[in-house]
Every structure is written in structure tokens, then in C-alpha cells.
């Protein structure tokens, strides 16, 4: 079972560059959540500087700019490192930073989740829609022909481990949180992919290409393209067995 892997990493912008840095650093941070599903969180932090109150201890270097990292799995952070997106940041941007043996200097430090959360909004962002409505839809499921088959694929897309339970039925899990829920009901329209009767899921991811391209790789074929509506931007895809699949942005409740 693959398991998730965070770190903590150090730079430091050379003198008379920080605005140059914070300029290509935006854009790194930009071109890796639209181009590696596989990692999870990538934030960029300076030294904060709002509240006198708040003194870092040792006090942090002006110049240093630290990285907070989770990956799905040791191996999305070896494809992180060894990609096109940083590989070509440090060639194209690597004089920003102060260096050591012709690389940027860095401190890296390795973490493994033991406790804790992420809170993905406020309260007071969520309590009028769940006061409002009841019941989301909190389970689906997947009744397959070859339920190894389809396993293997999805684990292929979406990177999924699963739990077994009675009758070989596999269980997917995911962290506790409280993202926005949606649901909608509208009108069948055959001639329109994605509005055959019946029900649809979808299932929520950074950016939509990439875990698209991914499906379409591992055999699935396309259903409705990216598209934007009401605020809301998804796509969706049929699986190998021919179940539609859908995929949507994040978005706001």
C-alpha cells in the first residue's frame, strides 16, 4: 500500500532577487498543481512578517523561502524532482537562489503524517448549506463485471487503495474533511453526453487534464470535455467497463 510522504525544504534567494523569485516561484507553484496530480500540497512560505507579536525562534533569515510537500507516495516525489516542471524551474531560475556545487542550496526534511487535519474551510463558510439541505450523498459504488479489472484501473487513474469486505467487495476510504457537497437533478437529454437517464458521480481532483489524459492512458474513453457552467468546471470519461465517470474542480459552496 503506497503511503503519502511530506516535506519541509529550505532556499535562499540570492541578494537584490526576491522579486524575481516570488515571480517564479508563483508560476512553479501554478505548473505543478496543473501538471502533477500526484502531489498532494505544494506551499510556498517567507518569513512571516504581519504581527510583532509573532517572533520566529531562531529568528528566520529575510531571504529564506520554505516549501511544505506532500506527495501520494515516495515515487510521486522521485517524479516531482526528476520532472520537467522543476527540473526546468532550477535550469531556467536556479541563479535566484544562493548556490552550493552549482545547484540552489537547500535543507530537505522528510515527514510522515501521524495526526492532525486539514481544514479545507471555515465554519461559518459551510453552516448555511448544511443547514439548508440534508442527506449528501456520502457513498458510491462501482458494481463491476471484473471488479480486479476495474480496481486495477481505477488504482491506475486515481492512485486508490482499497480495504476488502464481505464478498471481496473493496472498500476505498477517504480523509476525513469537510469539503463543499453537491448534488443536482436535471433533464435527460439522450443527445447530450453526460445527460443519458440515470445517475451520475464525480469525483473531485485539482485540475481536470491531467487525471483525464491519465483515464484515457489506462483505457478509459472520453464522455464531455471540460466544460464550465454555473461556476462549476468538470468533465467526464467512461470507465473500461462503460460506466460514466465524472470529474470535477474545486469549488465553493
Same mark, same amino acid.
Given at each position: 500500500?503506497?503511503?503519502?510522504?511530506?516535506?519541509?525544504?529550505?532556499?535562499?534567494?540570492?541578494?537584490?532577487?526576491?522579486?524575481?523569485?516570488?515571480?517564479?516561484?508563483?508560476?512553479?507553484?501554478?505548473?505543478?498543481?496543473?501538471?502533477?496530480?500526484?502531489?498532494?500540497?505544494?506551499?510556498?512560505?517567507?518569513?512571516?512578517?504581519?504581527?510583532?507579536?509573532?517572533?520566529?525562534?531562531?529568528?528566520?533569515?529575510?531571504?529564506?523561502?520554505?516549501?511544505?510537500?506532500?506527495?501520494?507516495?515516495?515515487?510521486?516525489?522521485?517524479?516531482?524532482?526528476?520532472?520537467?516542471?522543476?527540473?526546468?524551474?532550477?535550469?531556467?531560475?536556479?541563479?535566484?537562489?544562493?548556490?552550493?556545487?552549482?545547484?540552489?542550496?537547500?535543507?530537505?526534511?522528510?515527514?510522515?503524517?501521524?495526526?492532525?487535519?486539514?481544514?479545507?474551510?471555515?465554519?461559518?463558510?459551510?453552516?448555511?448549506?448544511?443547514?439548508?439541505?440534508?442527506?449528501?450523498? #456520502?457513498?458510491?459504488?462501482?458494481?463491476?463485471?471484473?471488479?480486479?479489472?476495474?480496481?486495477?484501473?481505477?488504482?491506475? #487513474?486515481?492512485?486508490?487503495?482499497?480495504?476488502?469486505?464481505?464478498?471481496?467487495?473493496?472498500?476505498?476510504?477517504?480523509?476525513?474533511?469537510?469539503?463543499?457537497?453537491?448534488?443536482?437533478?436535471?433533464?435527460?437529454?439522450?443527445?447530450?453526453?453526460?445527460?443519458?437517464?440515470?445517475?451520475?458521480?464525480?469525483?473531485? #481532483?485539482?485540475?481536470?487534464?491531467?487525471?483525464?489524459?491519465?483515464?484515457?492512458?489506462?483505457?478509459?474513453?472520453?464522455?464531455?470535455?471540460?466544460?464550465?457552467?454555473?461556476?462549476?468546471?468538470?468533465?467526464?470519461?467512461?470507465?473500461?467497463?462503460?460506466?460514466?465517470?465524472?470529474?470535477?474542480?474545486?469549488?465553493?459552496?
Amino acid at each position: 500500500m503506497s503511503q503519502t510522504v511530506s516535506l519541509i525544504s529550505e532556499w535562499f534567494v540570492a541578494p537584490g532577487r526576491m522579486e524575481e523569485a516570488r515571480a517564479a516561484l508563483s508560476a512553479l507553484a501554478l505548473e505543478v498543481e496543473r501538471g502533477e496530480p500526484d502531489t498532494l500540497t505544494y506551499l510556498v512560505h517567507e518569513p512571516f512578517k504581519g504581527d510583532r507579536r509573532l517572533q520566529a525562534l531562531p529568528p528566520a533569515r529575510p531571504d529564506s523561502i520554505l516549501f511544505f510537500e506532500t506527495y501520494r507516495s515516495p515515487d510521486a516525489f522521485l517524479a516531482h524532482v526528476d520532472g520537467p516542471i522543476f527540473t526546468n524551474f532550477v535550469a531556467e531560475h536556479g541563479d535566484l537562489f544562493l548556490a552550493a556545487n552549482g545547484k540552489p542550496y537547500t535543507t530537505v526534511e522528510f515527514l510522515a503524517r501521524r495526526a492532525g487535519f486539514v481544514r479545507t474551510s471555515g465554519a461559518g463558510e459551510t453552516a448555511e448549506a448544511s443547514d439548508t439541505n440534508s442527506h449528501p450523498a #456520502v457513498m458510491f459504488e462501482i458494481i463491476a463485471q471484473n471488479a480486479q479489472t476495474s480496481a486495477d484501473f481505477y488504482t491506475e #487513474v486515481f492512485g486508490w487503495d482499497y480495504v476488502s469486505g464481505t464478498g471481496g467487495f473493496r472498500y476505498i476510504h477517504f480523509p476525513a474533511g469537510s469539503p463543499p457537497l453537491l448534488g443536482g437533478i436535471g433533464q435527460a437529454d439522450p443527445s447530450v453526453p453526460g445527460f443519458a437517464p440515470g445517475h451520475n458521480f464525480y469525483l473531485l #481532483v485539482d485540475v481536470i487534464e491531467p487525471v483525464l489524459d491519465r483515464a484515457l492512458a489506462a483505457g478509459a474513453s472520453p464522455l464531455m470535455p471540460p466544460t464550465s457552467i454555473d461556476g462549476y468546471r468538470f468533465a467526464m470519461f467512461t470507465d473500461p467497463e462503460g460506466n460514466p465517470i465524472g470529474l470535477i474542480e474545486p469549488f465553493q459552496s
